[in-house]
């Protein structure tokens, strides 16, 4: 989010940057435009702005009475998460009492876990318009009291068309001028640094490249699992896995399970600047997410003229045109996948001249698809407009939006991030 936020700091716009927690202080976290010293966070928790928080919410009871009897009152969550959300309605109170004296006149919520209810019971509390982005997971897998969010949202921000098409169809009720797509994009090296052609020697083999956290969403034993059948199948082949996270305990046991130890590393967190080796190397980037957006990863690789493989799910066919752009499995299917690499790998063999110019072709048309739709700087650019023209008019979703459209600015406009 730090980009988005860099980009409205260059309109002239106020950004508060804030947190539910602590930020991570780890070296290889995520750079953003804020500094920890400026996110306004609730942690620590003081029990003086627990009190005050407890009577603005008290006191103006009627701002949230909805999303209470929401809570209470409606929908099948079981009572745990009810009274989660009461507590999480308790932190939205607190985060108001913390913004009233910044003059806040929208709240926005990168996200749509526990952080947006906080967000949106705030800017209830507060008075002021609310909005939100979702991505992948927080909509598809933990979609908690989106009906709600959506309801009260001015607008809401998501990154492909199967996300906005998923939204209306299970949110019918909400009004479909205030879900906008606004693509992510990437960064795109000069075309002479990776070349489109791989050439095989007879001391390299077939090589894949995972790039993605070590969490159960990413599903990174399925590819362990893909390569124990590659091996099975004959094939001579390496795979990396570039990423940390909580898995990688139970994949390294997977790995020695599968006696895969010489085939598959796992190199943990790997630098930006040392990707662009990887991907070099790479004959196919994989991915074997079980839900996404639009993976990063996947502009990453395609940009620089890299094969991609990926599970046709949520919006990745938006990128990855089958044959034409990249390749695509089916969901889970084991042997839809290893199926694919042996296809792949007989390609690149290089025994057939026009198979070698298909994949040229197919890795030129790649590049030329993150370069037309999801690039960094032209999407941002879009995210700018489109963000500030729904804040300016609230009315604004009801016609169509044309880049040029865009007047000035808003210089005293003060957007809350959480």
């Known amino acids: 989010m730090g980009e988005e936020i860099e980009e409205l700091r260059q309109r002239g716009v106020r950004v508060i940057p804030g947190s539910v927690r602590k930020a991570n202080s780890a070296p290889h976290a995520s750079a953003t435009a804020a500094s920890a010293r400026e996110i306004l966070c609730l942690q620590p928790l003081r029990v003086l702005t627990l009190l005050r928080a407890l009577g603005l919410a008290v006191g103006r009871w009627e701002r949230i009475a909805g999303l209470l009897g929401r809570v ?18 308790w932190l939205g109170a607190y985060y108001a009492v913390l913004l009233q004296k910044h003059g806040v ?23 002021v318009s609310f909005s939100l982005t979702l991505h992948g997971s927080d909509l598809l897998v933990d979609g908690v009291y989106l009906d709600a969010k959506l309801k009260y949202c001015q607008f809401c921000i998501t990154i492909s068309e199967y996300n906005r098409s998923h939204i209306l169809e299970h949110f019918p009720a909400v009004d479909a001028g205030k879900i906008i797509v606004s693509r992510l994009g990437v960064d795109a090296p000069e075309p002479a640094e990776f070349p489109e052609r791989v050439t ?25 699992r893909a390569c124990s059948r590659l091996r099975e199948c004959g094939i001579e082949f390496e795979c990396v ?11 390294e046991l997977l790995i020695r399970q599968n006696r895969l130890q010489d085939r598959l590393m796992l190199l943990g967190h790997v ?38 493989l990926a599970p046709a799910i949520t919006g990745i066919p938006e990128i990855v045109i089958p044959g034409k752009t990249g390749f695509l499995y089916a969901p889970g299917s084991l042997q839809d996948f290893a199926a694919k690499i042996l296809f792949l790998q007989k390609l690149m063999s290089g025994a057939n001249c026009f198979a070698v110019s298909r994949l040229d072709w197919i890795r030129h ?14 999407n941002l650019t879009y995210f700018g407009d489109r963000f ?10 009801n016609r169509a939006f044309r880049i040029h459209d865009w007047s000035s600015p808003h210089e005293d406009l003060v957007l809350q991030q959480i």
């Not at 209470?72 to 309605?89: I, Y």
């Not at 896995?241 to 994949?251: D, F, M, N, S, Y």
């Open 388 to 397: 500030l023209q729904m804040i300016a008019n609230p009315e604004f979703h």
């Open 72 to 89: 209470l009152l409606r929908g099948k969550e079981s009572p745990k998460r009810r009274l989660k959300a009461l507590l999480h309605t």
């Open 105 to 127: 006149d929208h709240i926005h919520v990168h996200h749509g876990y526990f952080g947006s209810w906080i967000g949106m019971v705030a800017a209830r509390l507060l008075g």
């Open 200 to 224: 095989h020697g007879t001391c390299r083999g077939f090589t894949l490249l995972a790039v993605g956290r070590l969490h159960a969403v990413k599903d990174h034993a399925f590819l362990v």
């Open 365 to 378: 048309a790649a590049r030329i698809q993150v370069l037309n739709n999801f690039t960094r700087r032209k």
């Open 241 to 251: 896995i570039a990423g940390e996270g909580p898995e990688r305990h139970r994949l």
């Open 271 to 308: 630098p930006q600047p040392q990707m662009d080796s990887l991907y070099r190397r790479a004959d196919v980037v994989v991915l074997t997410s079980r839900s996404e957006g639009i993976p990063l990863v996947l502009m990453e690789a395609m940009v620089r003229g890299r094969i991609v």
